[in-house]
């Protein structure tokens, strides 16, 4: 027993002195700038001191010092707000290139895979389908007026439970890419994007407690409706957008995705 107590408060003093040790390195780290800005206001003025030494002119001294006080406003003006916005926008222009590529896996993985089954779905696809072929020669223009048709199209989706069961089980073996998705911190910069996943999360979870998807009560097959459609609605607009990153950036990526393209049927089929 007395060994026990020993051993627990030997414990004790080493915890005592790690969180001294820590606290007291948070502190030197914090004081660092204080010691830094204090020696630098030393050295000049020792070299302020040591120019009147050698001059004698405190007036020369202080047309430069008012000088140098006078440019201070234009300093900070390019370091701090330009240089530091320009900085700032390269990182985030970064930060999407890195999104664009996550947004590129969801799309190889299964976002074209699963824009078939919701076309498949959908009663009225045919009504937007022209908008959504995307060509070659398409332009900014064309990819604004696609997106907003997309925005707008009200679909119809019809109970098809032969399909439902597929896409059941294409979404359940997806699940964790979708979860090492939704772990990605780079999905912070695009909010869109991580509704969509959350709707095809949502989806996948709701069909993952439904085992049986014959003679649904009317209730479940209206809300299992309610959410393919959000789904849908937001990979569509995903999409286009999508494919005019592919267009500007990477043509020959864009020329596939046009090839593989699920509403195009002339394209590689997918699902229709």
């Given at each position: ?75 900070v003006l390019l370091v701090t707000i330009i240089i530091h916005r320009l900085l700032e926008v390269r990182?985030?222009r970064t930060r999407m290139e890195k999104l664009n590529m996550v947004i590129g896996a969801f799309f ?165």
């Amino acid at each position: 027993m007395r060994d026990g107590f020993i051993r627990a408060t030997a414990g004790r003093k080493k915890g005592v002195a790690a969180l001294v040790e820590k606290r007291d390195g948070k502190k030197w780290y914090r004081s660092w700038y204080v010691y830094l800005g204090g020696a630098l206001l030393v050295s000049s003025a020792a070299l302020y001191y040591l120019h009147y030494l050698i001059f004698r002119d405190v007036r020369h001294i202080f047309i430069y010092l008012l000088g140098d006080l006078a440019l201070m406003p234009v300093e900070v003006l390019l370091v701090t707000i330009i240089i530091h916005r320009l900085l700032e926008v390269r990182e985030k222009r970064t930060r999407m290139e890195k999104l664009n590529m996550v947004i590129g896996a969801f799309f190889s993985e299964m976002g074209m895979q699963l824009l078939g089954y919701f076309a498949a779905f959908d009663a009225r696809c045919r009504e937007i389908r022209e908008c959504l072929l995307a060509r070659p020669e398409w332009e900014e223009e064309d990819f604004t007026m696609a997106r907003k048709r997309a925005e707008d199209h009200a679909c119809d989706i019809r109970r098809r439970e032969d399909l439902l069961e597929e896409m059941r089980l294409y979404l359940l073996s997806r699940r964790e890419f979708l979860l090492t998705l939704l772990e990605n911190p780079a999905l912070l910069e695009h909010e869109t994007f991580t509704d969509l996943l959350w709707a095809v999360f949502h989806l996948t979870e709701e069909l993952k407690y439904r085992e049986m998807l014959e003679d649904m009560p009317e209730a479940d097959t209206e809300h299992l409706c309610g959410d393919i459609a959000r789904a849908y609605t937001l990979l569509l607009r995903e999409w286009l957008i999508y494919l005019e990153h592919l267009k500007k950036n990477y043509p020959y990526l864009f020329s596939l995705a046009v090839r593989m393209n699920p509403l195009d049927p002339q394209a590689s089929p997918v699902i229709r």
